[in-house]
Nanobody
Framework: QVQLVESGGGLVQTGGSLRLSCAASRTVFKGNIMGWYRQTPGKSRELVATITTSGDTNYGDSAKGRFTISRDSDNNKNTVYLQMNALKPEDTADYYC????????WGQGTQVTVSS
């Protein structure tokens, strides 16, 4: 079982920045993918960004050019970061950490609110 501990959400003004972090609760084997999805009420969860252990990234359309995903895989402990810049009110959502190896795990979610 892998637990994902998220931090870094909060309230920010339009144009501001936030950095989200997500740490896996225990040592995990290499060959996984970590990332972030987001969800607003009444909508399905959408891809923000993912990153493999080799550093290959994939971004959703809303994140391209403004968000950067990175990860720290020292000592087989995996932490993923999402640097969000130039935030817009439409970025307001619950952001969920996502981990995939042999199965998918989700974090509990962290709220991001961008005020206009």
């Amino acid at each position: 079982q892998v637990q994902l501990v998220e931090s870094g959400g909060g309230l920010v003004q339009t144009g501001g920045s936030l950095r989200l972090s997500c740490a896996a609760s225990r040592t995990v084997f290499k060959g996984n993918i970590m990332g972030w999805y987001r969800q607003t009420p009444g909508k399905s969860r959408e891809l923000v960004a993912t990153i493999t252990t080799s550093g290959d990234t994939n971004y959703g359309d809303s994140a391209k050019g403004r968000f950067t995903i990175s990860r720290d895989s020292d000592n087989n402990k995996n932490t993923v970061y999402l640097q969000m810049n130039a935030l817009k009110p439409e970025d307001t959502a619950d952001y969920y950490c996502w981990f995939f190896s042999t199965r998918v795990y989700w974090g509990q979610g962290t709220q991001v609110t961008v005020s206009s």
